[in-house]
């Protein structure tokens, strides 16, 4: 079979902890990571849940997400559309 190499950086720990669960399951981590490059390819789609990431946003994030808060409440935002026709009418009136 002709193979290609790829490298890819990642922390120690979550690469011996990938390694073992998938060697829990019965395969190897490269069969792993090959079976998710395939169905990438094939769906054009990343099958990850975000919600099982453990990381926290940088302070630039933070300090947006803040912001944004901040606007919501003062009532700063753009207006909430029911539908496409809605939002089409919205823009022709604020002349865009």
């Known amino acids: 079979m002709n193979t290609a190499s790829i490298l890819i950086k990642t922390d120690p ?3 011996e ?26 769906t054009k789609a990343i099958t990850f849940s975000a919600q099982e990431l453990d990381e926290v946003p940088n302070a ?10 901040e606007d919501r409440k003062a009532g ?8 496409a026709d809605e939002m089409i009418a919205w ?6």
């Open 13 to 15: 720990e979550v690469k």
């Open 17 to 42: 902890a990938a390694k073992k669960t998938a060697g829990d399951l019965g395969y190897s981590l490269s069969s792993l990571l090959n079976a998710f490059l395939r169905q990438f390819v094939k």
């Open 60 to 69: 630039h994030t933070r300090a947006l997400l803040k912001q944004a808060d």
């Open 76 to 83: 700063k935002t753009s207006p909430i559309f029911h539908s």
């Open 91 to 96: 823009m022709h009136k604020q002349g865009v």
